[in-house]
């Protein structure tokens, strides 16, 4: 069955945890990797793999772009991957099995997360990534990006896939600029208390609503870490409106 899904990886200098990503989809007959620019040594760890087809482009938004990078696959069934993801063994051997007879159908999948190598516990989140081309694609977000589906089509698998989410503190401030440059592109908040009120809920969902105390620093770590995202996000977006309000 592996020679009729094609995984799907768009990704930008992503040297630390691309060869794990492509090592753990060695057995699928066709990996394309859509790369935005890279600077690193992503490509060149790339080519090691055989499966793997190179296709280079620009980043119109993670949904748009996710959805040009699968229109390169002779498959069209798509297993969706970011290059900091890693099929597990068990989820590998679940695919085998799956009868993909209905294109309506969309899978997904468990995703366990990992910060600066350590499992977060409590942290298992479902997110659909196989799905069948001709019948479904990502929305147009810019972030957060989704695959369109009818609820009652969804199917949800047993086995998980692993999220090397962060692997270096220095990671941490590269995302956060990477991501609230994006989204908060062209983008305004008028109100300088959203830019208060947005992170503290950020940390307080993270922290305590989230369980990450039972994680112990690191559980500390992630909750500032999705506060300082949040908070760049809105300063972004609340500098944007002050600038715009100063040209009229």
């Not at 870490?225 to 760049?232: F, I, L, M, P, V």
Request: contains cysteine.
């Amino acid at each position: 069955m592996l020679n009729n899904i094609s995984i799907v990886i768009i990704a930008k200098n992503a040297d630390l945890t691309i060869a794990k990503s492509l090592d753990s989809v060695k057995e699928f007959d066709e990996v394309i990797l859509y790369l935005n620019h890279s600077t690193d040594a992503t490509e060149s760890i790339a080519k090691r793999f055989k499966n793997v087809k190179i296709f280079h482009g620009e980043f119109l938004g993670f949904g748009d772009t996710k959805n040009l990078a699968s229109s390169y696959s002779s498959n069209n069934w798509i297993l969706s991957l970011d290059s900091d993801e890693l099929i597990t063994p068990e989820l590998f051997n679940e695919l085998m099995k799956l009868d993909l007879s209905d294109s309506s159908k969309v899978y997904a999948l468990k995703m366990d997360d990992y910060f600066l190598g350590y499992k977060l516990k409590f942290r298992t989140e479902k997110k659909v990534r196989l799905y069948n081309r001709r019948e479904r694609k990502f929305d147009n977000k810019k972030v957060h990006e989704n695959i369109e589906y009818n609820l009652g089509d969804k199917i949800t698998l047993k086995s998980h896939f692993k999220h090397l989410h962060i692997n270096t503190v220095n990671q941490t401030l590269e995302k956060t600029i990477r991501y609230t440059d994006i989204s908060s592109n062209g983008k305004e908040t008028c109100y300088f208390i959203v830019v208060i009120v947005k992170p503290t809920f950020a940390f307080f969902q993270a922290y305590i609503l989230r369980l990450g105390f039972l994680n112990g620093w690191i559980g500390f770590v992630v909750a500032i870490a999705n506060a300082n995202d949040r908070y760049y996000k809105y300063l972004k977006r609340y500098v944007n409106c002050q600038h715009n309000r100063k040209k009229t």
